[in-house]
């Protein structure tokens, strides 16, 4: 029997959910930017990543509504680059990448909502910009999945792995 789409997730959300600008949270601020792998360090074409933050004063707020729309047919342009929104949605690219646009949260960390082929559940995560007392409560080679590396002023590299030897670490809400 083949799975439904109750028993698999995706890529079965390839269409629309992904937006144009959906991974500009704020501007003027910082570039996160990854590949997501699976098991076997292969990136994964189809994944989906929302990422929810504080602004740079620690509200949780955001600006819904941001999404601008075009006036005849009504698609998606985009954001409206100007307000803060709290919220991104990004879809990989054919070789696994994406890039979010943000600002340095005062909390020190991105939460991160996995989606990709082959999971039947969503995964958490965290991508942190600093240290942090949650960190250092991991061993040293668990702490370092969480840790996005500064590639240059304002460029920060975030890789998650699914599985295997370089696992990023997941957390549970349940």
């Known amino acids: 029997m083949n799975p439904t789409p109750s028993q698999t997730v995706g890529p079965f959300y390839g269409y629309a959910l992904p937006f144009p600008g959906g991974g500009d949270i ?11 792998y699976d098991g076997a360090g292969d990136p994964v074409p189809d994944a ?47 070789d696994g990448h994406w890039t979010l ?20 559940h969503h995964l958490f995560t965290r991508i942190y910009l600093g240290q942090d007392a949650f960190l250092d409560s991991l061993p040293p080679e668990r702490r370092q999945t969480l840790v996005a590396v500064e590639e240059r002023e304002g460029v920060y590299r975030f890789d998650i792995h699914l599985q295997g030897e370089k696992e990023t670490v997941f957390l549970d809400f349940g």
């Open 26 to 36: 704020a501007t003027g601020g910082i570039a996160v930017h990854g590949y997501v």
């Open 101 to 120: 646009r943000t600002v340095v949260p005062p909390n020190g960390y991105i939460s991160v909502c996995v989606f990709a082929r082959g999971l039947l």
């Open 48 to 94: 989906l990543l929302e990422f929810w933050q504080a602004d740079e004063h620690g509200s949780l707020a955001g600006a819904p509504g941001t999404l601008r729309r075009d006036p005849t047919n009504g698609a998606v342009l985009g954001r409206d680059g100007v307000r803060f929104t709290g919220f991104g949605r990004v879809a990989t690219d054919l």
